[in-house]
């Protein structure tokens, strides 16, 4: 390991004495507040160089990538259906509601339809499975540097940010988009059927409404921008395990921040990415 | 049982002709803050030989073992494994070395969502892919069997006592055939039946596989057992290295003191 490198062994063993400081976005003393948000950002730029470089030499580690789709995926998918149907029929109450009012009813499938599509589907599922997957990642990854799993792994001459991050990551990235599928056809879904219980309706006539006019600039791009949701929720959640010091605590502290970053991050990335499609994708 | 694993694909090198040490460490250091831990540490193992390495709690003796197998790099000095410098050898590099080396940790580490069975075959899985399924079968069947574990295979390691996790961390250790073994407290926290019995298996081990090991521990009388010549580390550094007579005989004060106690 060459000087200056973020390695997952160096200077964190549970039994080396007088460790630095676990850099912090709020630290109490050392770098300070700024000193700390840069030097963690720092320290994930190292380890996300770290990861990438890890991924894409060989071998690769499809064994445990089908097994991180599997965990990421499949096991989110009832979740994030739930979340979807819950955003489907609250959007057609309150958009039913509205749209009555101003004597638009006729554009209430479009509105859920659009609604759900390009901004509440993507974001719930981006925010759901932070919560679901960046905690389990972040307790499981600290859980293992604080028993020393990690150490035995690279002590085994197995590379662990290509075991252990780059396949949760690339799990991440691929499944995002697929889930926010899910979540926007039962968002659809459900606002339909919310809609056709007090007002008839039958679900093929709503989604030929819904989505006319729609066009592929509207409904790709926002859902594809969720793999950067996967990106940030695999990333940090790793990087907060894989950096855990101080025992249960430790593995504690590594769950709620993975989850609580995770979370802040994939909003402020769709800020950013909802400006940036509207720019690129008019 | 009857095992089909070529045992010559990772072969041990010649004992008896070899002169380059397995294990040579060269004026190391290694702080942590301003708290030095290691402070120029010399040592020599030669294959086939064991040395243990004794001394206080917060000598850096897990530092030491955590040096060679490259999970700590050191401040300055030099570690050579059968004469390859690693103390500037890049993370990428540190594979090939690695699998020379079996590392027994200290509380086992074994891997917690996974059987006994599947720890041991976790290294050949990654390392011998050549090997087929009933290969590595076999091959981690046998393993388990050096250690007494057979019956363990399909148990998770939160369902065995430490001992049996020292034991299967044991067995994962030797998977690939190392040359060295590096053991970190093999009887801490054990009672002293299973200590007694950790160190027959650790002697039995090196007798049939002829390893160089280094075993760091606080206990005297397994450091006794197991070993060739002994080590006492203090403040970072080798205060004296020789068989036990030779520490018995030592005017050292400290040497007197640990030799009294322990």
Known sequence: MTSGELTLSEGNHSKQPKQRAEPALVSESGPGLFGGFFEWFGELGIFAWQVVRAAVTPPY????????????????????????????????????????????????????????????????????????????????????????????????????????????ILACILMLPLLTLAADACGVFMGWFTQSLSEPLSLRHFIDVGFRGATLNDLLPPTFKTAVFGLIIGLVACFQGMRTRGGAEGVGRAATSSVVLASLFVILADVVLVKFILVVFP | MATTYDIAANPAPNVQNSVVPAVAVEDLHKSYGAQKVLNGVTLTVAQGETLAVLGRSGTGKSVLLRVIIGLAKPDSGSVRIQGQEIADVPLDGMGEIR????????????????????????????????????????????????????????????????????????????????????????????????????????????????????????????????????????????????????????????????????
């Open chain 1, 61 to 168: 580690e499809w064994q445990e990538l089908i097994r991180q789709l599997d965990d990421v995926g499949s096991k989110s998918l009832p979740l994030v259906a739930l979340a979807g149907s819950a955003i489907g029929v609250v959007l057609s109450m309150e958009t039913s509601a509205s749209l009555t009012r101003f004597g638009a009813k006729s554009l209430l499938p479009s509105a859920i339809v659009y609604s759900v599509v390009q901004e509440m589907g993507p974001i719930i599922t981006g925010l759901v499975v932070s919560g679901r997957v960046g905690a389990g990642i972040g307790a499981q990854l600290a859980s293992m540097k604080v028993t020393e799993q990690i150490d035995a792994i690279e002590a085994s001459a197995i590379n662990p940010f290509r075991l252990l991050a780059a396949t949760r």
């Open chain 2, 99 to 262: 699998k020379k080396m079996g590392f027994l940790f200290q509380h086992a580490a074994l891997y917690d969502s996974l059987t006994v069975g599947e720890n041991v075959a976790f290294p050949l899985e990654h390392h011998r892919r050549d090997m087929s399924r009933s290969q590595r079968d076999d091959r981690v069947m046998q393993l388990l069997g050096e250690v007494g574990m057979e019956s363990a295979r399909n148990k998770m390691p939160s369902n065995i006592s430490g001992g049996m996790q020292k034991r299967v961390g044991l067995a994962r250790a030797l998977a690939l055939d190392p040359h060295i073994l590096l053991l970190d407290e093999p009887t801490a926290g054990l009672d002293p039946i299973s200590s007694g019995e950790i160190d027959e298996l650790v002697l039995k081990l090196q007798r049939e596989h002829q390893m160089a090991s280094i075993v760091v521990t606080h206990d005297l009388h397994s450091a006794r057992t197991i070993a060739n010549s002994l080590a006492i580390l203090d403040k970072g550094n080798v205060i004296i290295e020789g068989t036990y007579d030779d520490l018995q005989k030592s005017d050292i004060e400290f040497v007197k003191e640990f030799l009294k106690v322990s």
